[in-house]
């Protein structure tokens, strides 16, 4: 089955405790993206990535990392976690970069203490 | 960078009735016009697309319809069924390779 999977679904941690949100796709996608959700702010883009080692800021790229060794993996990081990132994160694969649907994963809602 | 909007922010409708959402956009250069449909606690999925040579497509209930002159295109449901409640985003693809989506439109359907 065509999917793009995320873990953990659930996380509660302390500021300043890194921790690193996977993602992975199994539809052969060059375009991978991270996103955070907020009430009344949609969907805002972090990092992306066009191809493996192809990494490139979005919208609100402070406090994140990421990094695209292989095709299928696109790992989220936050080196020290702050109270403001608490939010739902998607990870998100597409085709290409342009003109294609994008495939959401299932979502990580993130708790910083 | 592109800048999205979208009107109105919520919206309730009488189930049998039709609903339109707009979404406005900067980016003269942009050519590709997906609406995505969030359910409460799911991911956001695509429902339509369009692109920048058709000015309107249709999909059952739902529809597309482009204004590239005036940079907007609207999202319409018709016959609204309580399945429709959701939230939905417009995410037109601009000019760079980063995306940009609407802040979102919540749809109730009142039985």
């Known amino acids: 089955e065509a999917q793009v999977t995320q873990n953990p679904r659930y996380l509660i941690t302390v500021t300043g405790k890194k921790l690193t949100v996977t993602c992975s796709q199994n539809m052969n996608h060059e375009y991978m993206s991270w996103y955070r959700q907020d009430p009344g702010l949609g969907l805002r883009q972090i990092y992306y990535s066009m191809n493996v080692e192809v990494t490139d800021k979005g919208d609100v790229p402070e406090g994140y990392k990421v990094s695209r060794k292989e095709k299928r993996n696109f790992p989220l990081i936050l080196e020290s976690p702050s109270p403001n990132q608490t939010s739902l994160y998607f990870c998100?694969?597409?085709?290409?970069?342009?003109?294609?649907?994008?495939?959401f994963g299932p979502g990580t809602r993130l708790l910083v203490l | 960078g592109e800048n999205v909007e979208q009107h109105p922010s919520t919206l309730s409708v009488q189930e049998g009735d039709s609903a339109v959402i707009k979404c406005t956009y900067s980016?003269?250069?942009?050519?590709?016009f997906p609406w995505y449909k969030q359910e409460l606690g799911k991911r956001p999925q695509l429902i339509i697309d369009?692109?920048?040579?058709?000015g309107e497509k249709k999909d059952q209930r739902i529809a597309v319809t482009l204004n590239k002159t005036a940079k907007h295109f609207s999202l319409h449901i018709t016959e609204t069924q309580p399945e429709d409640s959701a939230v939905y985003f417009c995410a037109p693809e601009g000019y760079g390779q980063n995306f940009v989506f609407g802040p979102g439109t919540r749809l109730s359907v009142l039985p």
């Open positions: 980016d003269s250069a942009s050519n590709y």
């Open positions: 369009i692109r920048s040579n058709v």
């Open positions: 998100a694969s597409m085709r290409s970069q342009r003109g294609e649907t994008q495939y």
